[in-house]
């Protein structure tokens, strides 16, 4: 491992923009983006995926490998990755530093605490909470009636779903779901941090009107606590390849992207900038698409799309995607066919990446290879795991070929569009929905907004493990009706929030957590789980 200043030197980072926490990671200052204001972009390279097993399938050791595959060919490419959760952490899922030799390093720092901004996330929004309810508590000046706002913490805990304080009912969320995670990931500065605290929506009053944090007036001091949160980390892959790891919300329950400004930064001191978006295309690619790119100064060059042999199992309805089965992975072409498609939708480029596991089964890989040959779609095998750099190059040249060709990003609805026609556009569009069915409470709570700025997209929250909303139906879902139970405004991220039923913002452990199985060794240091 590399000293993060020597990595920040190579980078293109001078002394005083890279802030070392300690000698393996630091955060780098926004003036960078300032001086580097007129600098040209780099090509952007968006990794995606089919809709996952529960596992996941390696979407961000494949972003990590095809930058250190890019790199190998002489390319100067940089990463920009959403921060690990704790809730996944110690779930189902694991963390978020790619695997084998294509990871990113300190491993167990990023999972864990990294440089804190988690904490500085969860504070905050805490903060507005407590001052909430003593404003209740103090005589209630404003006449709060209804508070939208919850609590969080940075944790798998379904037993907090729902509490009672004695001022009022209340709940967690987990952090990653929290507005001020979605805030901090699209502020471009502090004044746009603050300006779209200010903005959150807290609840109403008893003459059922809005409440905004500039009501309670509690911004500068959120801010605070958010000063150092708002600059991106940075971290290295095991090869010395420059890692912004910055911001974690969840797709399936927030916008899936990580920080504009890292994405910023990795487009201005890179020629390829490698970024992903949580859980499968209909979810990360769409919101990136949908909310993220208006912010960034372009749209993808390259969409790569990482599939794998048992997720496409999975969707041909295989009894066990663990082993051989020829049949359901040719039924499983199907529902790669609907991502590509959705792809194409936005005018986008694309690529699939196959991400191959040691025991794959060479007659499969054959018959998927084939495929794509036939119907001319660009793909490659995907070896970042068990090589690094050296079994990433093939797709990093493909990769470099596509990313030269034009492309349009179209949208999938109107900046002007209503909530509603937005939500049914994805969800008849991307999704395949024949039908979207509001529940009461959300066709109340589309009523009440009126008043508020229409022209905002909207953020869906979903099952990522079906393109429609049941987690139980694979492969591509037809004549199924998307249900909405909710639908809240984040005014201070700037979106609309639609929660499909069955979603929770606070998730809860498995049967067996990861963290059951872990073991640290005499100094504190992971080494199983």
């Avoid at 994405?263 to 690619?285: N, P, R, W, Y």
């Avoid at 529902?335 to 986008?348: A, M, P, R, V």
Wanted: proline fraction near 4%; hydrophobic fraction near 40%; glycine fraction near 8%.
């Amino acid at each position: 491992m590399e000293n993060i200043r020597v990595i920040g030197k190579r980078l293109g980072l001078l002394d005083e923009e890279c802030i070392p926490y300690g000698f393996d990671k630091a955060k780098v200052d926004l003036s960078v983006l300032k001086r580097l204001e007129k600098a040209p972009n780099g090509k952007l390279i968006l990794v995606t995926a089919i809709n996952p097993t529960p596992a996941g399938e390696g979407k961000t050791t494949t972003s990590i490998g095809l930058a250190q595959g890019l790199t190998a060919i002489g390319k100067k490419a940089v990463l920009a990755l959403r921060e690990p959760s704790l809730g996944p952490v110690f779930g189902l899922k694991g963390g978020a530093t790619g695997g084998g030799l294509a990871s990113i390093i300190p491993e167990d720092d990023i999972n864990l605490h990294f440089t804190g901004d988690m904490h500085a996330i969860t504070s905050a929004n805490n903060l507005l909470s407590a001052i909430i309810d003593n404003h209740i508590h103090q005589g209630n000046e404003l006449k709060i009636k209804t508070v939208i706002w919850k609590r969080c913490m940075d944790m798998n805990d379904r037993a907090l779903r729902k509490i009672e304080t004695p001022t009022r009912e209340d709940g967690f969320i987990i952090t990653a779901a929290s507005e001020i995670m979605a805030i901090l990931a699209l502020a471009s500065d502090i004044p746009d941090l603050k300006k779209r605290i200010n903005q959150i929506m807290i609840g109403y009053n008893e003459d059922h009107q809005p409440l905004f944090v500039s009501d309670i007036g509690c911004a500068d001091a959120m801010v605070l606590l958010l000063k150092d949160a708002i600059k991106p980390n940075i971290v290295q892959t095991l090869d010395g390849v420059p890692a912004f790891v910055h911001a974690g919300p969840f797709a399936n329950i927030a916008h899936g992207c990580n920080s504009i400004l890292a994405t910023q930064m990795a487009l201005k001191l890179g020629e390829f900038a490698v970024t992903e978006a949580g859980f499968g295309a209909d979810l990360g690619m769409e919101k990136f698409l949908n909310i993220k790119t208006p912010y960034l100064p372009k749209h993808p060059d390259v969409v790569v799309l990482v599939a794998t042999l048992r997720a496409l199992k999975l969707h041909g309805e295989a009894k066990d995607f663990h082993i051989k089965d020829i049949e359901a992975l040719k039924r499983g072409i199907e529902h790669i066919e609907k991502h590509i498609s959705n792809i194409k939708s936005f005018g986008l480029n694309y690529v699939i990446a196959l991400n191959h596991f040691d025991n794959d089964d060479e007659e499969e890989l054959a018959l998927i290879m084939d495929w794509a040959k036939k119907n001319q779609h660009p793909i490659s095998i995907a070896d970042g795991f068990m090589k690094g750099a050296a079994g990433m190059k093939d797709l990093a040249k493909l990769v470099l070929k596509e990313s030269a060709k034009e492309s349009h990003l179209i949208r999938t609805y109107h900046t002007e569009d209503s909530i509603q026609t937005k939500i049914e556009k994805i969800a008849k569009n991307i999704y395949g929905a024949s039908k979207v069915v509001f529940f009461k409470t959300a066709r109340e709570q589309l009523q009440s907004y009126e008043d508020l700025n229409w022209n905002m997209p909207v953020c869906m929250a979903k099952t990522p493990l079906s393109l429609s909303g049941d987690s139980n139906i694979v492969g591509v879902p037809k004549d199924f009706v998307l249900e909405i139970r909710s639908v809240k405004p984040s005014m201070g991220a700037g979106f609309f929030v639609a929660l499909t039923k069955g979603i929770m913002t606070m998730p809860g452990l498995n049967k067996t957590p990861r963290a059951l199985d872990m073991k640290v060794d005499d100094n504190g240091h992971l080494i199983e789980g």
